[in-house]
């Protein structure tokens, strides 16, 4: 029981410094497929229905993306500890799989909000077409739905 309320509250600890360190916001980035350019080569509207479309994916994924960062996180600290029961370690790894597949769905309902309303196809998982979301003042290099964004990203990232 102790060793539990130790590893959660480490768990825990990681999560705020974690956050702590990440800094704010998350910009724009270019993928590696080119995704600037097709973003550029949009009207006004279309390029604020994207811009609204993942504002609101991003909104919707993030809640998302910490759960399955601080499932993540306990995994590593259960995995390190030779007490733990492998049935503990099955059930975090099925949750990290439900988060992920959460994940999935959400990029693809995106792309096909993307297709509806602005017109590119390919988009949110089913090739490359878009750009990637990365920038802001944090750890790391963020990722999108084409890859990675240019400049640093916030945490390990993941697509967006």
Known sequence: MKRNIIALVAVLT??????????????????????GQVYQS????????????????????R???EKLWAKNAELRALSDNPN?????????VAEIGELR????????????EIEKKVGIKSFGGRGCSGFGSGGGNG?????????????P???RGGNF
């Open 84 to 92: 733990v029961q492998p049935s503990e370690i099955k059930s975090l």
């Open 42 to 61: 949009l009207t006004p509207e279309q390029q604020t229905a994207m811009d609204d479309i993942m504002e609101k994916h991003r909104e919707a994924v």
């Open 139 to 151: 750890m790391g290099r963020g990722q999108g739905p084409c890859g990675g964004g240019n400049g």
């Open 153 to 155: 990203g916030m945490g």
């Open 63 to 65: 809640p998302l993306h």
């Open 101 to 112: 597949s959460d994940l999935y769905d959400a990029r693809q309902k995106m792309g096909d």
């Open 14 to 35: 990681l999560l705020v410094a974690a956050t702590a360190f990440a800094g704010p916001g998350q910009g724009r980035g270019q993928g590696p497929c080119g995704g």
